[in-house]
């Protein structure tokens, strides 16, 4: 082999070498350095809390009876009427409209008594409470879908991106978010 042979078969060798590094590098150059967001979801739960809710209220009831058979309002009624019937009549008439007065009288009595019992009411303060459920949202963070060499994808993340995302070694970069499809 002669020498100019030689240098031809190193020179194109050192050609190859070259122009091979160089479409690797290309090939590098040409994948996409970030990826375009087409679409932000913000995935969130309800969360229900419940709470006890209270409140005084005042409440009428009816005054503890101290003479529940109004023994007091018959006898006063009785002797009342006893009383004013015996002014009517004389004899036999008025021993009978003693009688009757005094019946008619007790029993009004009784009956007057009773309307009083029932009219006479006490006025407490009671606490009622009640359980109340309070509803609220939390943020699980955000679905991103994004479009990578004419392709979509989706990605769960934490904050909420930007127009863009990055990409590394062809795929999406979402530093530390995992859920990726």
């Given amino acids: 082999m002669n020498k100019s042979m030689m240098q031809g078969f190193v020179i ?3 050609a190859m070498v070259v122009l091979g590094a160089g479409a690797v590098g290309y090939q590098q150059m040409s994948k996409p350095k970030f990826a375009d967001v087409v679409a932000v979801k913000a995935v969130t739960q309800t ?3 419940p709470r ?3 409140q005084d209220v005042q409440v009428q ?4 009876v101290q003479d529940k058979h109004r023994v007091a309002g018959s006898v006063i009624g009785g002797v009342a009427g006893g009383l004013l019937g ?3 009549g004389s004899g036999k008439g008025k021993t ?3 009688v009757a007065g ?3 009288g007790g029993y009004a009595g009784n009956q007057v008594q009773k309307g009083m019992q029932e009219r006479d009411v006490i006025t407490t303060t009671e606490r009622r409470c009640k359980t109340v459920h309070d509803k609220s949202e939390k943020l699980l963070g955000y679905d991103v879908t994004y479009r990578l060499d004419g392709k979509n994808g989706v990605v769960r993340m934490s904050a909420k991106p930007g127009a863009t995302l990055p990409v590394k070694d062809g795929k999406v970069v979402t530093t530390g978010d995992t859920t990726q499809s």
């Avoid at 009831?61 to 503890?64: D, F, L, N």
């Fill in 61 to 64: 009831k009816q005054a503890p």
């Fill in 96 to 98: 009978l409209a003693t």
């Fill in 12 to 14: 194109g060798g050192v």
């Fill in 52 to 54: 006890e809710e209270c």
């Fill in 102 to 104: 005094a019946a008619a």
């Fill in 86 to 88: 015996s002014t009517i």
């Fill in 47 to 49: 969360v229900v809390t």
